[in-house]
């Protein structure tokens, strides 16, 4: 059983920069494909960054691209969301996501969830 437990949410300024970490159990980063989504209050959830289980293949949605980043470190079985330039538009929760099989900018598409973080950027 895979299991996702994210971490660094919080408080942030517009323009300032937060990092979220996904930390994994039950296999290992190079048997996932990872993916971050958020949801803000009133809104579908919406794809942030794709990771394949190779580690050498990224995706990101329109509205992070060039600002956010996704990477993992694979001694301490974690993603990372790295977020600069944040905007008010941000504010969300944040969640990471995991599948054996599909590497995929749909949430229908993985399997594993975490409980998510709120991420909240004032103006």
């Known amino acids: 059983q895979v299991q996702l437990v994210e971490s660094g949410g919080g408080l942030m300024q517009a323009g300032g920069s937060l990092t979220l970490s996904c930390a994994v159990s039950?296999?290992?980063?190079?048997?996932?494909?990872m993916g971050w989504f958020r949801q803000a209050p009133g809104k579908k959830r919406e794809f942030v960054a794709a990771?394949?289980?190779?580690?050498?293949?990224?995706q990101y949605g329109d509205s992070v691209k060039g600002r956010f980043t996704v990477s993992r470190d694979n001694t301490k079985n974690t993603v990372y969301l790295h977020m600069n330039s944040l905007k008010p538009e941000d504010t969300a929760v944040y969640y990471c996501?995991?599948?054996?099989?599909?590497?995929?900018?749909?949430?229908?598409?993985?399997?594993?969830w975490g409980q998510g973080t709120q991420v909240t950027v004032s103006s």
């Open positions: 990771l394949k289980w190779s580690g050498d293949d990224t």
């Open positions: 996501a995991a599948d054996l099989v599909r590497y995929s900018i749909l949430e229908d598409n993985y399997e594993y």
């Open positions: 039950g296999r290992t980063l190079s048997d996932l494909a």
